[in-house]
């Protein structure tokens, strides 16, 4: 059965979508959220701490039931069915992980969970990935290579680069790396700085100097034999999507880029939203005041007042007329996170771009929250060919 959220309810809906599009099965994603409902059929609302809890324990006791029945499939021998079973887990407590505050100790519990279940999911799944690291200042960063099998020659190879809040199994779980290995290109996902292991590990929080991580990421493909080192392309979502923009800026292996829900410039996001809060906090919509918390607590601020100051550093104002490779900029008319005006506002300043094209997915089209996960193939389905066009891989 499918769910009926309740009126007031607005993030629940996008989470609960991204679920889905990640590999969930309807059945454990409705009893994941049905205590919630419930909840809220009885007046709660979403910002009530009630409601909170009941969502992350909503998640993860239901990836502990699959972690459970994987391990009844591996005393039987049935390793790909638990493996399928411990990729759906980690699904779950990514959707946990991506909810709590990162002031919230169950939140670097949830990703260590995820982490491990995912793991050994693909593992006895016997999938292809390979797991490895890209080292940077000095620091060995987790990564997952995953080789397209279309061919056996040297590959075009996309990185990619994760939002604040994510780590990258997102782009394994939602399709992104599937789509881009049957058309021929090869895909490293990562754990830099500002997400995942990075954060929680080694203290390696949000850089503006993206390009120097990403110049890491670049160099460790084209020591790969399977890499072909001049088809290097990147995809990033959100604040991943201003690092790929700052690394096709000035990375010059780059030679294609995906910007996917990316802000122009992190003070005329926000600003916005701190002028409304100064005015009246208590006219922020709960995916406001959210935003606000969780921006400053993943910069390692005090309050969202000092993201005033931060928010001047991160602008692609001195980055994006230096693109000159193709530019795709996709984006969901009616993101409730960043507004589509910064997506128009990319594609007007990339000037020097040798090709740039403007995707905003309206309500015809699919996909028209924040990156796209109401309706989340098309957008993939548009980043794949766009990479195998300029990548000269197969369409």
Known sequence: ?????????????????????????????????????????????????????????????????????????????????????????????????????????????????????????????????????????????????????????????????????????????????????????????????????????????????????????ADYLQCRKDVDGERIGIIGLGLGAFYAMRAAAFEKKIRMCVSWSAFYSLKQWQGAVLNKWKADPHSLAVHEQNQLDQMAAEFGLGSPWELLTVSEEFSLEDAISQVECPLLILHGSKDRNVPADHARLIETKAVNCSYSELRIFETVDGGVESGNVDNLAPALEETADFAAEWLGAEL
């Open 1 to 217: 059965m499918l769910i009926d959220f309740p009126p007031n309810s607005t993030w629940m809906k996008v989470c609960f979508s991204n679920a889905i599009n990640s590999g969930a099965t309807i059945g454990d994603a409705v009893d994941s959220v049905s205590n919630v409902v419930r909840l809220m059929e009885n007046g709660k609302s979403e910002n009530d701490p009630e409601v909170h809890d009941a969502w992350l324990f909503g998640w993860t006791d239901v990836a502990a039931r699959l972690r459970h029945q994987a391990q009844i499939d591996l005393k039987k021998g049935r390793n790909r069915s638990a493996g399928n079973k411990l990729i759906r887990a980690a699904v779950h407590y990514m959707i946990a992980e991506s909810a709590a505050d990162y002031r919230d100790l169950r939140k670097e519990h949830y990703f260590n969970q995820k982490r491990t279940v995912f793991l050994d999911g693909i593992k006895f799944a016997r999938w292809t990935d390979k797991v490895s690291t890209v080292k940077f200042e000095g620091k060995q960063l987790p990564a997952l290579f995953c080789p397209t099998q279309e061919h056996d020659q040297p590959a075009p190879t996309v990185i990619v680069c994760n939002d604040m809040n994510t780590s990258f199994e997102w782009a394994y779980l939602n399709g992104l790396t599937d789509t881009l290995n049957r058309r021929g290109i090869s895909v490293l996902l990562w754990d830099h700085p500002g997400s995942g292991f990075a954060r929680f590990k080694k203290g390696l929080g949000p850089r503006r100097d993206a390009e120097t991580f990403i110049r890491s990421a």
